[in-house]
């Protein structure tokens, strides 16, 4: 689509011993003005630069054509009684062999390639109407594979026509395994040994173009967060996919399986499920709707042996170390499920964790809920719990429940318990500007304040009466060093005071439900 300044030459050769040899048209261009509608490594806008070249005989028709890309790929093509061949090779200037009768063969290397975009392409055009194109045959290594919103290295992708449909097969160190993609309405059924899932694209626009039969338009890019307007997921079919080693950025989620189906006003997540060494992970969800009305929903739950392992590995780490519990997340939010933004999310979060330590968290640092400001608070306390701090704040439990809406999250029971001190959190966090209002209640352990008197008091003999206070005055004592704290402003320099007495009680107050 556009339009560009192109060179028109006639080659007209000489008569050799009698031999009449065709004239040929002959056309160059640098494309520029002109985009190319193509999945990658073909899809090109308006304003790049890319060698084309056009050779084909004369009268028009009477022979083959040929088209030159750049270094991208070489394209020769005839048509004979209707019937049209297409041979393409990437990655070089030229196709050793000609084109087959009917159908579309590729093949070569690419630096980057586009996957199921080129497979609905193909797939478009095997309806067996007026000019189709039935694929015979895609033999292609990409350095950089673009498959299911994940980029894999290095990963050889062939795709041939089964009778149910087109099987493609991957194999590559981070992709392996198979997929089925019916001609109809069936399901597309896959089961990979491998997939260790670096995420990339925009999936409703991979979906898009699946289930439309169409590579992605240059011109439907859109702005991060905006949603898919033209996009109906209830196109998407059926899914099963199993998969013996998932593996999503560095986190190693073990065995995977995913169902889905088509509903009414969307696609349904039946299920999403992977059990992986000392975790388990299990999902469902909707994707419904079109245009301002598309919607997701997902309900997820992850058992971990080790959540601070787990969430360092998806790269959501620097704030939990080790800590074995669960969470439960359940969220809506609009547009298409790559369009997940925290300051959007209707929805709720329980954490249930024990045995483990809070980190504290480089200043700036995303804090998704941001209730957990404790970093500001070590210097601050009354007691020196420098050594719970030199791993991070240590807790025996962590629980609460979290509200996510109108852009902020709140909690009116986040509670910590741990050796050095039990901790309350009350209070909201500002998703969209990225601001705190809260208040933290820190009641210091009697047995570490005893322990401190005693060491004051002299030694042995003073940890002894500390001891022997503790049985009669550990209630009141326990109480001694209590503070609670207002925390305020930016998550990157949060403002954190001492509140008296009174405003602490009228603080309580507030919190108590009318009625």
């Given at each position: ?203 409703s626009k991979v979906a898009s173009a699946v289930i439309d039969g169409r590579p992605r338009m240059v011109g439907d890019a859109r702005q991060p967060g905006a949603p898919a307007v033209d996009f109906d997921p209830a196109s998407i079919p059926a899914l099963s996919v199993d998969i013996d080693d998932l ?175 039990d901790i309350d959190i009350r209070g909201a966090a500002n998703l969209r500007q990225q601001t705190f209002d809260q208040t933290i209640e820190v009641r210091p352990r009697s047995g570490n304040l005893l322990t401190a008197v005693g060491a004051l008091a002299g030694g042995p003999v003073g940890a002894a ?51």
């Open positions: 689509a556009g339009r560009s300044t192109w060179t028109v030459g006639v080659a007209v050769p000489a008569a050799v011993a009698g031999a009449t040899q065709p004239a040929r048209l002959q056309l160059r261009s640098n494309l520029i003005g002109t985009a190319l509608d193509l999945p990658a490594p073909l899809l090109k806008p308006a304003s790049q630069a890319l060698a084309a070249s056009v050779d084909t005989p004369l009268p028009m028709g009477s022979g083959e054509v040929v088209v030159g890309l750049g270094n991208l790929a070489t394209v020769r093509a005839r048509s004979v009684q209707g019937r049209t061949g297409v041979r393409v090779v990437l990655g070089r200037g030229d196709v050793g062999e000609p084109p087959s009768l009917p159908g579309l063969v590729a093949t070569g290397q690419a630096a980057q390639l586009d996957a199921l975009e080129w497979v609905a392409f193909a797939r478009g055009g095997t309806g067996g109407g007026k000019g189709g194109l039935p694929l015979q045959r895609v033999d292609i290594t990409a350095q950089r594979m673009a498959l299911l919103g994940g980029a894999f290295a290095d990963t050889r992708l062939q795709v041939s026509p089964v009778q149910a449909g087109l099987l493609l097969r991957a194999d590559g160190a981070t992709l392996s395994g198979s997929a089925t993609i019916p001609a109809g309405d069936g399901a597309i059924t896959a089961r990979f040994a491998r997939v260790h899932w670096k995420g990339t694209a925009d999936m593996r999503m950025g560095s986190a190693q989620l073990g065995s995977a399986r995913l169902r889905s189906r088509p509903a009414a006003n969307g696609m349904r997540l039946d299920q999403f499920s992977a059990r992986g060494r000392g975790h388990r992970i299990d999902a469902s969800g909707e994707w419904s709707g079109r245009g301002p009305s598309l919607r997701t929903r997902l309900a997820a739950s992850v058992v971990s042996d080790d959540f601070g392992t787990l969430l360092q590995a998806l790269g959501l780490g620097g704030q939990l170390g080790e800590g074995k519990g669960m969470a439960r997340f359940e969220a809506t939010w609009p547009g298409a499920p790559t369009d997940f933004q925290a300051g959007s999310v209707q929805g709720s979060l329980a954490v249930d964790v024990k045995n483990g330590h809070l980190l504290e968290v480089e200043p700036g640092a995303g804090r998704v809920l941001g209730l957990l400001s404790l970093a500001q608070l070590p210097r601050r306390l009354t007691l020196d719990f420098g050594d719970f701090f030199s791993r991070g704040f240590a807790f025996n439990r962590l629980w609460g429940n979290v509200r996510l809406g109108g852009g902020f999250a709140r909690s009116d029971d986040l509670a910590i318990r741990g050796p050095a001190a009466i500390g001891a022997a206070a503790n049985a009669v005055l550990s209630r009141p004592l326990g109480q001694i060093g209590a503070k609670t704290y207002r925390v305020t402003g930016p998550w990157a320099e949060p403002k954190v005071e001492v509140m008296s007495r009174s405003q602490s009680r009228a603080a309580a107050i507030a919190r108590v439900p009318a009625g």
